[in-house]
């Protein structure tokens, strides 16, 4: 990076550190049951950990937020209820989610989503704190659960309210981190899913909350709908 564009880049990131209001984490019960009344199966249980996304941030009330819009689609998808809890926190880093976050998990949940790195890119962690602490995560996270996905860094590269230049910045650093869980999730067998790349509507007004930076209510469902059709083929095993 030359050092026009690296003046601009720390400039823009210094105007929205001072500018930018992030959405709150909302109000509302973190766990709930979504699904079909009528079911001879017992519920799945679906546990979130990770950051604002799994805390819904950007909505107002936690029932409109991502976790339960990712449980709503899977009890559509299996036809069975699913039991959902988040362990979220605005801010969270991979560090905080492995020491704060999952060690509050005290059940064996079916499904484990671990939803973190948006805050690790923007706190300019390295690629190698990334590793260490994602590697750390999942491996204390396979004695709760033999079903567990990882979910890549949120879309920061097209919100609406940083600058161009960091936005452009921002994705080089998130396409790195995508490379490198890729590679942690393989070695463990756990299931990575990669929402960066994906189209999700995050070029849109209508994807983002008043904050112009987390998903709104648009947002968390259009980007759960995708995520559940990604995972059509893993969710098989709970058929």
């Known amino acids: 990076m030359n050092v026009a564009r690296r ?52 909505v107002d009330d936690q029932k409109d937020g991502f976790i339960p819009a990712i449980a709503q689609e899977i009890a559509g998808a299996l036809g069975r209820q699913v039991q959902w809890r988040t362990y979220g926190k605005l801010g969270a880093t991979m560090r905080r989610v492995r020491y704060r976050l999952l060690p509050e998990v005290d059940e064996s949940p079916d499904l484990l989503i671990v939803c973190a790195g948006s805050n690790d890119i923007m706190a300019q962690r390295s690629i190698d704190e990334w590793k260490t602490d994602l590697a750390a995560v999942l491996d204390e996270a396979q004695p709760l659960t033999d079903n567990i996905v990882v979910f890549s860094s949120g879309q920061l590269y097209n919100s609406p309210s940083l600058g161009p230049a960091l936005r452009k910045f921002l994705e080089g650093q998130i396409d790195a981190q995508t490379r490198a869980s890729r590679e942690i999730c ?54």
């Open 7 to 58: 003046a601009r880049v720390l400039a823009e990131a210094w105007w929205a550190k001072h500018h930018v209001h992030l959405a709150a984490e909302p109000a509302g019960d973190r766990s709930g049951v979504v699904g079909p009344l009528a079911s001879d199966r017992s519920p799945l249980s679906l546990v979130a950990v990770g950051d604002s996304m799994v805390a819904g941030c950007g």
């Open 186 to 239: 393989a070695e463990r067998g756990v299931f990575f899913l990669d929402m960066t790349h994906e189209n999700v509507r995050s070029d849109t007004d209508e994807f983002y909350a008043s904050d112009h930076f987390h998903p709104g209510v648009f947002g968390y469902r259009y980007m759960a709908g995708r995520s559940v059709e990604l995972l059509d083929d893993y969710l098989r095993r709970f058929r």
